[in-house]
């Protein structure tokens, strides 16, 4: 049965530009009724964390003891990501110690599945050609470092309105299944963004069924604009009924995981505990609809009852 779950950024950005702790956002997050989450090391890699210092596996512990204490599941996490096509990229160490500390983050919470994204040879006349044999290249030892950690590895659909007339390789279906059947590892899979698929108007029922059993994790998510994203479902564009169709029509029972940053960004502290409650409310409306036939509609017409 799919869960609701979301992503620690729901609570990370503060109105006066300050991050939120994580293990702050994992109490929030319990006491509003959360059970599942995803650890967003992305967020903590790009931000000044204890993910830099020293002793980060401590920190890593420290939210694994507070997450069993509210008896809360990490099942998914995000990766630290950058262009490994660029090779005049800067710092490419650094950058790698970020991906490594997010697998081995992802071990010490138990994560099953880590979203980390593909890259783009921009610098290339075939460009899907070419991002596709970089990241054969490069994603070969992150699956065998992840799988010393007991994480699989499942990569994100992405989108390029933002970056039209360039586009960016994996923002169909059709390249990410081709990319992931590739690299023919039972632990690497799919990671499916509503968001992006519908910024890009992709017809996400015969996306996810080209996906298939192939989709490990999600990232749900609504916008109004491409520069007004990652909001909560209803306060933008999408079609969360063709979305929970596509769900079904794939028999998907994973977790349904919020990715929403700005939902409360602008939200005073002394409002974050409702806001939690009520995402968690909408959360739990949308798997009803995933749940009922016709998507919580009556199968037949609503009649008058006449005494």
Not at 27 to 49: E, P
Not at 66 to 81: R, Y
Not at 130 to 137: G, T
Not at 255 to 273: G, Q
């Amino acid at each position: 049965m799919m869960r609701l779950s979301t992503s620690t950024c729901i609570y990370f950005n503060r109105p006066d530009g300050s991050k939120a702790s994580i293990i702050d956002c994992v109490r929030a997050c319990a006491q509003a009724g959360y059970r599942v989450m995803d650890m967003n090391f992305h967020d903590c890699a790009v931000f000044k964390t204890p993910l830099w210092d020293d002793d980060w596996e401590s920190w890593v512990h420290r939210i694994k003891e507070t997450a069993d204490l509210h008896s809360v599941e990490f099942s998914q996490a995000h990766s630290h990501f950058y262009n490994y096509c660029d090779s005049l990229v800067l710092h490419k160490d650094v950058l790698d110690e970020k991906i490594r500390r997010g697998i081995v983050g992802s071990g010490i919470l138990g994560v099953k599945w880590l979203v980390i994204h593909a890259a783009t040879d921009w610098n290339s006349a075939t460009l899907v050609k070419s991002s596709k044999a970089k990241a054969l290249e490069y994603f070969k030892p992150i699956i065998d470092l992840a799988a010393e950690h007991q994480v699989g590895l499942a990569i994100e659909n992405l989108w390029e309105l933002n970056i039209s007339p360039l586009r960016r390789y994996t923002t169909t279906s059709e390249e990410l299944v081709d990319l992931v059947d590739s690299l023919g590892s039972g632990r690497v899979g799919i990671c499916w963004d509503f968001e992006h698929a519908d910024i890009m108007r992709q017809n996400q029922k015969l996306a996810l069924q080209l996906v298939g059993p192939r989709l490990k994790a999600t990232h749900v998510s609504d916008s109004t604009s491409k520069t007004h994203d990652h909001v909560l479902p209803f306060e933008g564009n999408t079609n969360w009924d063709e979305v929970m169709d596509a769900l079904s029509s794939i028999d998907y029972d994973g977790d349904f995981c919020f990715e929403i940053h700005r939902y409360t960004m602008n939200t005073p502290d002394a409002l974050i505990p409702s806001a939690l409650k009520h995402s968690v409310e909408v959360g739990n409306y949308l798997l009803g609809l995933h749940r009922q036939p016709n998507h919580g509609f009556s199968q037949e017409p609503n009649q008058e009852i006449i005494r």
